[in-house]
């Protein structure tokens, strides 16, 4: 009875997280055909099925090692938790940003090669909506890791309450006369508060310090994302006007992120584990 009334417990508060960000999702579908019709209503479609085709990559990651985040915790080996949940949030959103980003520098090209005409806000939803997504990803270890912990009744209420701020946010924004834009910077607002709350809940739940995440995982994180956006804007090699030039773009800047994953993003040990395997591979 007692194992049953807990299972229950986790399913009804794991339900209220996932009705916070449907909720979140379509209400806002609902507002901008309200306010600007079933025209930006596309854009937002098409760029939602950008970010589905995209956001796989980093996700399908997390499939592997959610199992063993759990796995450690209940094993009470919290120092490997840690590790790896750290760990799993940096190597996740560079998964998702190396093939994000070079959507977001040729997205105006890619689209009118899959959609020829499209309708007008796609590019910039398409732009908004993946650094939402690059938000959320790095934060997905740690929620496996509160689930882990069955304890989610108050990160539930706070993290799902949060999200589903963006709604009454974002009416008040069109309501008052805000460009269409601004409902989607609002939600990447949120989505660092949300951020934010998740780490604090982890540590609390866990104890699990927060400095290697703040000292390690952020700084290498921000580093990686603003030199790449630099090196690749000086370069010069966006807005792909064939597909030849689309396909070196790409070259280019797959190039770039992955010398500055290798060098800035991933620790010492990470890289002697990379250069072991491709020395391995050749033998």
Do not use: H
């Amino acid at each position: 009875r007692v194992l049953f009334c807990d299972m229950t417990k986790f399913a009804v508060w794991s339900l209220w997280g996932n009705l916070s960000v449907s909720l979140s999702s379509y209400g806002l579908n609902i507002l901008l055909n309200m306010f600007f019709g079933p025209v930006v209503n596309a854009a937002r479609g098409i760029a939602y099925q950008v970010q589905t085709a995209i956001t796989s990559f980093g996700y399908n990651f997390l499939v592997a090692v959610n199992p063993q985040i759990i796995k450690s915790y209940a094993q009470e080996d919290y120092d490997y938790m840690g590790t790896l949940v750290f760990r799993a949030s940096r190597l996740a959103f560079f998964l998702l940003f190396v093939v994000a980003l070079p959507i977001i520098f040729n997205r105006e090209y890619i689209l009118s090669l899959w959609l020829g005409e499209y309708p007008k806000y796609t590019s910039a939803f398409v732009l908004l909506i993946l650094i939402d997504s690059l938000v959320n990803i790095q934060t997905a270890p740690i929620q496996t890791a509160i689930n882990a912990t069955g304890r989610i009744k108050y990160y539930q209420i706070i993290v799902g309450g949060i999200l589903l701020a963006n709604l009454p946010v974002a009416y008040l924004l069109l309501r008052f006369g805000a460009s269409v834009y601004l409902p989607f910077v609002a939600s990447i607002v949120l989505s660092l508060i949300a951020m934010i709350v998740r780490l604090f809940i982890f540590r609390r739940q866990t104890g699990i310090s927060l400095n290697k995440y703040f000292m390690s995982v952020l700084p290498r994180i921000i580093l990686v994302a603003v030199l790449s956006y630099l090196i690749i804007q000086f370069i010069g090699v966006v807005n792909a006007l064939s597909f030849s030039s689309l396909m070196l773009n790409i070259l280019v800047t797959l190039i770039v992120i992955l010398f500055l994953v290798f060098f800035v993003g991933l620790e010492r040990e990470e890289r002697k584990w990379v250069v072991s395997k491709i020395t391995y591979r050749r033998k």
